[in-house]
T-cell receptor, first 112, second 113 residues
Framework: DAKTTQPTSMDCAEGRAANLPCNHSTISGNEYVYWYRQIHSQGPQYIIHGLKNNETNEMASLIITEDRKSSTLILPHATLRDTAVYYCIVRVAYRTGNQFYFGTGTSLTVIP | NAGVTQTPKFRVLKTGQSMTLLCAQDMNHEYMYWYRQDPGMGLRLIHYSVGEGTTAKGEVPDGYNVSRLKKQNFLLGLESAAPSQTSVYFC????????????FGNGTRLTVT
């Protein structure tokens, strides 16, 4: 069962906002949404996470719908260095511990 | 702090050979994870550990074993490597905090011929 669904690829003009959507329609009430990105084949890099409320940090903003079935990662002013694969992840708490489920990600290309 | 360190970075095995991948973290994290990533796919969880001496299976555990003898180390073993295990392996760790993020290593690229 895919916990998250994301578009395969997106383009964004440099300097514009990049809005990356994610569907997580089966999410439960205590399951967090995390966003990571992966540049080339490096280890994934943490961006932001949230549960119910919208969140903002120095890298991005996270908008979660009221029903929590989807979210959007916003990179406010995309740069060429933001070209990467972006993963939307659901963290599920089991009796045996927390598991983080990755989707297939969105390949974002920032165009000069 | 080095964060999460994986060794080796690259390895080529022949079918049937065995090897161990080492993951070390210096952040005193309780949770540690092993993922594999295949071309065009996201990361899939192999095994994980919630503390020293404990391990649990993830989504794709077959063909792998793990051990967590020390809190800072998490070992992933392949007893008899198969070509299907050709992949990039990532280790990650996080703390007990309810919303703590995962910290990843830079991966081990394994090719089984």
């Amino acid at each position: 069962d895919a916990k998250t669904t994301q578009p395969t690829s997106m383009d964004c003009a440099e300097g514009r906002a990049a809005n990356l959507p994610c569907n997580h329609s089966t999410i439960s009430g205590n399951e967090y949404v995390y966003w990571y990105r992966q540049i080339h084949s490096q280890g994934p890099q943490y961006i932001i996470h949230g549960l119910k409320n919208n969140e903002t940090n120095e890298m991005a903003s996270l908008i979660i719908t009221e029903d929590r079935k989807s979210s959007t990662l916003i990179l406010p002013h995309a740069t060429l260095r933001d070209t990467a694969v972006y993963y939307c992840i659901v963290r599920v708490a089991y009796r045996t511990g927390n598991q983080f489920y990755f989707g297939t990600g969105t390949s974002l290309t920032v165009i000069p | 702090n080095a964060g999460v360190t994986q060794t080796p970075k690259f390895r080529v095995l022949k079918t049937g050979q065995s090897m161990t991948l080492l993951c070390a973290q210096d952040m005193n994290h309780e949770y540690m994870y092993w993922y594999r990533q295949d071309p065009g796919m996201g990361l899939r969880l192999i095994h994980y550990s919630v503390g020293e001496g404990t391990t649990a299976k993830g989504e794709v555990p077959d063909g792998y074993n793990v051990s967590r003898l020390k809190k800072q180390n998490f070992l992933l073993g392949l007893e008899s490597a198969a070509p299907s295990q050709t992949s990039v392996y990532f280790c990650a760790s996080t703390s007990w905090g309810t919303n703590s993020p995962l910290h990843f290593g830079n991966g081990t690229r394994l090719t089984v011929t």
